[in-house]
């Protein structure tokens, strides 16, 4: 709801251009103003009967703005923070007085209408942003610093696990790493410990995701450094207003068939307990294992949860747009094909060798290039 007033501005305004005057006492050009709310001896409209508009009516719906010029009230919040709304409130204009009020009447069953109610919301969004000068810029780079800041964390808890192994002059990795070894490697064992004096431990994580009423599930898999591919998961909801996101955990894929991640999420739901009822979607990429019509992840999981709508990975989208934009972009296409050919070129060991001592001679320090992403999903195949 924080970006509607911003993505929706300029479409709620080109629709109500038929109702804008330049009169002061007119409806309001931009939704940095307020409703406007003149008080004058409003003329009366003969439908039926001679009625008019009510100056009380301000006061009951707050966010109703009267035009003088046209005698008829327009609808503030749907104007300017909503485009899925109905023309009589944003554009034409409501002077049907005498069905204005009233249980069934015209104005009241638009003041409790699904997208009004989600304009008001929004409306209210927006005023709060400007009491406190933040932008929608301003919020997503804070959501972006905790990012940040919480990776750091991590990255400093798994840091100071390997030094205390390097101190300690013991291995990082052990004999048996499988996760049913009883004496797994020493890094392994560290990362438990630490875990357990966590606040996202597996015991928190659990009752939150018993309190969350929304759940969305998350998985993906990724060849690892070894070449074996693993399933990871995650799990975002909604919690006291906040949206929390959780990993929970990674397993090596024993094949790669639909059946493998389906019941890897199955059992991580029943061992943190999930609420089937509660998990209202899941989220993968577009590959058909996990988007099959007939036999995709999404279509067995939706047997437990049929509420569980599918949604493709944003990033994964992304992605694909710009795929398509660099294909068709000769530009593009060139700077990529020479920049992974130069790395070809540059690997082998004689030329890597005069390229580093070259660098040396010029600028005193050594640049090491690097090759294209591993990631299946990005541009690397233009």
Known sequence: MVLVSEIVLDTASSSSETVRTGNALDIDIN??????????????????????????WYEQYPWQEYSIKLNAVFCFACRFFTNCSEPTFTSVGFKNWKHATGQKGIVMTHSISKYHTQAKAAWKNYNKRVAKGESVGCQLDRVGSKVIYDNRKYVKAVMECILHCHLQGIALRGHDQSDDSLNPCNFRLLMTLLSCHSPETSSSIKQELHDAKYITV??????DISKHERWSIAFRYVLDGKTMERFVGYTLATDLTAQSPTKYIMAKMNDLEVNHEHLVSQCYDGASVMYGSNAGVHKFIKKRSPQAVYIHCCAHRLNL???????????????????????????SAKSHELFLSNQNALAGREIHLKKLSDTRWSCRNV
Do not use: M, W
Not at 36 to 54: C, N, Y
Not at 328 to 342: E, G, I, P, T
């Open 321 to 347: 747009v710009l795929v398509d934009v660099a294909k068709r972009n000769r530009a593009a296409s060139d700077f990529f094909l020479h920049f992974q050919a130069l790395y070809i070129f540059f690997s």
């Open 218 to 223: 998350l998985a993906d898999e990724s060849k």
């Open 31 to 56: 939704n940095c103003d307020k409703p406007v709310q003149p008080t004058i001896t409003f003329p009366s409209t003969t439908l039926g009967k001679a009625t008019r508009f009510q100056k009380k």
